[in-house]
């Protein structure tokens, strides 16, 4: 699998960003690639940054899955031949998510991922604006290979990412906004290497990049083996697009394969999962 990361700024101007993700398309498709990913939301400045003020501004944001934008992107990648992970704001009925569409290589969408884990702090008030997902984790049979999606917040799950791997992932990708010195010492990074280690499966992250002000997002994408090792790393602070080789068979030959899965014993702590809060 030939893997691209499209790591582009984030303008005002939706219809322009929307062009630039159907030209990445293209670049990714002139290099070769058989997949590319888009980080999280990218058709928008990250509205997020703020408190939600005006609820029917942010609900004009959002969109339906299938829509007018998933429909020219669903497009594209039939035209190319292209598997392609998508974000955006979607709206489902009065429910609004953070959501990453999967489309086939002919277009075909296979299905939603919805960040099931919604958080608020300073910068990121994703509260005010996402429903918590519904659709738990589900991994897509591409014709490119088997495809998981762990939102940005849910990659700090461990529980999430090994469910993706008990559904059979051999790649995990992470739509990101993650910001310059968000992370101390590299751990965003080493999380994700742990996960794919651990899990047996390649993990690749696209983040977002650009100075929007209240944030700047640091780019810096980046894709890793299942021996965690990192194989490809993207631009800080510019536009990228990362593109690299994955050879899917070693995911059946890693230590987390291997070892680590065959060896596990949940029966004796899968209990312990749900956490009691006062204990």
Same mark, same amino acid.
């Given at each position: 699998m030939?893997?691209?990361?499209?790591?582009?700024?984030?303008?005002?101007?939706?219809?322009?960003?929307?062009?630039r993700?159907?030209?990445?398309?293209?670049?990714a498709?002139?290099?070769?690639?058989d997949?590319v990913?888009?980080a999280e939301?990218?058709?928008?400045?990250?509205?997020?940054c703020?408190?939600?003020?005006?609820?029917a501004a +942010? /609900? *004009?944001? =959002? $969109?339906t #899955?299938?829509? &007018?934008?998933t429909?020219? %992107?669903?497009a594209?990648?039939?035209e !190319?031949?292209?598997?392609?992970?998508?974000?955006l704001?979607?709206?489902?009925g009065?429910?609004?998510y953070?959501?990453?569409?999967?489309?086939d290589?002919?277009g075909?969408?296979?299905?939603v991922?919805?960040?099931?884990?919604?958080?608020d702090?300073?910068?990121f008030?994703?509260?005010?604006?996402?429903?918590?997902?519904?659709?738990?984790?589900?991994?897509?049979q591409?014709?490119?290979?088997?495809?998981?999606v762990?939102?940005?917040?849910?990659r700090?799950?461990p529980?999430?990412?090994?469910?993706? +791997? /008990? *559904?059979? =992932? $051999?790649? #995990?990708?992470? &739509?990101?906004?993650?910001? %310059?010195?968000?992370?101390?010492e590299? !751990?965003?990074?080493?999380?994700?290497?742990?996960a794919?280690?651990q899990n047996?499966?390649?993990?690749?992250?696209c983040?977002?990049?650009?100075?929007?002000?209240?944030?700047?997002?640091?780019?810096?994408?980046?894709?890793?083996?299942?021996?965690?090792?990192?194989?490809?790393?993207?631009?800080s602070?510019?536009?990228?697009?990362?593109?690299?080789?994955?050879?899917?068979?070693?995911?059946?030959?890693?230590?987390?394969?291997?070892?680590?899965?065959?060896?596990?014993?949940?029966?004796?702590y899968?209990?312990?999962?749900e956490?009691?809060?006062a204990?």
């Amino acid at each position: 699998m030939r893997l691209a990361l499209a790591q582009i700024r984030s303008t005002p101007d939706r219809e322009h960003n929307l062009r630039r993700v159907l030209e990445s398309m293209g670049e990714a498709h002139a290099h070769g690639a058989d997949v590319v990913v888009f980080a999280e939301v990218v058709l928008d400045r990250f509205f997020p940054c703020r408190r939600c003020v005006d609820p029917a501004a +942010a /609900a *004009a944001l =959002a $969109e339906t #899955v299938p829509g &007018p934008t998933t429909e020219r %992107v669903a497009a594209r990648a039939r035209e !190319l031949g292209l598997v392609t992970v998508f974000n955006l704001y979607e709206r489902h009925g009065e429910r609004f998510y953070d959501s990453s569409p999967v489309f086939d290589a002919d277009g075909t969408l296979l299905g939603v991922t919805r960040m099931i884990h919604i958080t608020d702090y300073e910068g990121f008030h994703e509260q005010d604006y996402y429903h918590p997902g519904d659709r738990g984790a589900p991994v897509y049979q591409t014709r490119a290979g088997r495809i998981g999606v762990a939102i940005c917040y849910d990659r700090h799950y461990p529980e999430y990412m090994r469910a993706l +791997a /008990a *559904a059979g =992932a $051999e790649l #995990v990708v992470i &739509p990101q906004a993650g910001t %310059v010195g968000e992370w101390p010492e590299g !751990l965003y990074e080493a999380e994700v290497r742990t996960a794919a280690f651990q899990n047996g499966y390649f993990a690749a992250l696209c983040n977002r990049v650009g100075d929007e002000g209240a944030l700047v997002f640091a780019g810096e994408s980046f894709a890793v083996d299942p021996a965690g090792r990192v194989l490809a790393r993207g631009a800080s602070l510019e536009e990228d697009l990362v593109v690299v080789d994955l050879d899917l068979g070693e995911c059946a030959s890693s230590n987390g394969r291997r070892l680590f899965w065959r060896d596990r014993r949940p029966e004796l702590y899968r209990q312990w999962l749900e956490i009691d809060p006062a204990r």
